[in-house]
T-cell receptor, first 117, second 114 residues
Framework: GAVVSQHPSWVICKSGTSVKIECRSL??????MFWYRQFPKQSLMLMAT?????????EQGVEKDKFLINHASLTLSTLTVTSAHPEDSSFYIC?????????????FGPGTRLTVL | AQTVTQSQPEMSVQEAETVTLSCTYD???????LFWYKQPPSRQMILVIR??????QNATENRFSVNFQKAAKSFSLKISDSQLGDTAMYFC???????????FGKGTMLLVSP
């Protein structure tokens, strides 16, 4: 099956610093990737849709200047949390959509746990 | 806007028994997909089963099957012969055909006990 990796799997940083999370599709090309945020015991909340070669589409309420998304190639999307604060601590998950049929299936990365001190 | 409702926050079942997780959704669309995803303690999201709305036949994947009632907008997941490894959070999800984004329910935590 299609494999999506994320790096790092966990990160601890100081308040005010920036953190970059990478999402890679390992065995397929993904024109579209997605970034989710998940709080403990809650569902996944879509933050943004990342399209290769164009600007990301952010969901309502998500600060685009704080959560910078870059999808520079067909296998890599990055999420940078800028000037991180403790309230940004969360579990961040990316997914990638297979092109072509069967339409719609998303493959998820293993997630990144961010802790901001 | 689409909504997905999972009314069972938690469920428990004993090993080898059968359990059904409920999911209802609301949409005005006619062409869409429905999914069940599993998130075990590792937090890796795993696709369990997919249903295409235009197909009347219920999807099955080994011990997992769905009861898709399009008119009632219901999409339940049945797990037969439950195993300890089935312990996980289960999310029902909806996607309009032709679009990419998934709408998730709040999830049902399933605990399988020996």
């Amino acid at each position: 099956g299609a494999v999506v990796s994320q790096h790092p799997s966990w990160v601890i940083c100081k308040s005010g610093t920036s953190v970059k999370i990478e999402c890679r599709s390992l065995d397929f090309q993904a024109t579209t990737m997605f970034w989710y945020r998940q709080f403990p015991k809650q569902s996944l909340m879509l933050m943004a849709t990342s399209n290769e070669g164009s600007k990301a589409t952010y969901e309502q309420g998500v600060e685009k200047d704080k959560f910078l998304i870059n999808h520079a190639s067909l296998t890599l999307s990055t999420l940078t949390v800028t000037s991180a604060h403790p309230e940004d601590s969360s579990f961040y998950i990316c997914s990638a959509r297979l092109p072509g049929p069967p339409a719609g299936e998303q493959f998820f990365g293993p997630g990144t746990r961010l802790t901001v001190l | 806007a689409q909504t997905v409702t999972q009314s069972q926050p938690e469920m428990s079942v004993q090993e080898a028994e059968t359990v059904t997780l409920s999911c209802t959704y609301d949409t005005s669309e006619n062409n869409y997909y429905l999914f069940w995803y599993k998130q075990p303690p590792s937090r890796q999201m795993i696709l369990v089963i997919r249903q295409e709305a235009y197909k009347q036949q219920n999807a099955t994947e080994n011990r997992f099957s769905v009861n898709f009632q399009k008119a009632a907008k219901s999409f339940s997941l049945k797990i037969s012969d439950s195993q300890l490894g089935d312990t996980a959070m289960y999310f029902c999800a909806f996607m309009i055909r032709g679009y990419s984004t998934l709408t998730f329910g709040k999830g049902t935590m399933l605990l399988v006990s020996p």
